[in-house]
């Protein structure tokens, strides 16, 4: 059963920092393309970082260039979301995801509780 426990949200100021972790399981985690996304209150789910299964690269959304980064820890089934200079328009809650393979609609997973991220003074 595939399972996605997301963590480190919390209240933070404008200009701060929070690092974010989401645990894996239930599939071979260093064989997939990990996603995190972001929903805001009354806005549709966004994708906010990409990393590669190797860990090698990364994309990101225009809107978080430059603040983000994104690792993961093979070894751990954790994908990291470092998020620096942290706007009130961040705030959403966090999620994370694997990237299904072509064709693989199975692999389609449910969403995890995700991490309440808010940013406010």
């Known amino acids: 059963q595939v399972q996605y426990v997301e963590s480190g949200g919390g209240l933070v100021q404008p200009g701060g920092s929070l690092r974010l972790s989401c645990a894996a399981s239930?599939?071979?985690?260093?064989?997939?393309?990990m996603i995190w996304y972001r929903q805001a209150p009354g806005k549709e789910r966004e994708l906010v970082a990409v990393i590669t299964s190797a860990g090698d690269r990364s994309t990101f959304a225009d809107s978080v260039k430059g603040r983000f980064t994104v690792s993961r820890d093979n070894a751990k089934n954790t994908v990291y979301l470092q998020m620096n200079s942290l706007k009130p328009e961040d705030t959403a809650v966090y999620y994370c995801?694997?990237?299904?393979?072509?064709?693989?609609?199975?692999?389609?997973?449910?969403w995890g509780q995700g991490t309440q991220v808010t940013v406010s003074a």
């Open positions: 995801k694997r990237r299904p393979r072509p064709g693989a609609s199975w692999e389609n997973d449910l």
């Open positions: 239930g599939f071979i985690f260093s064989s997939y393309v």
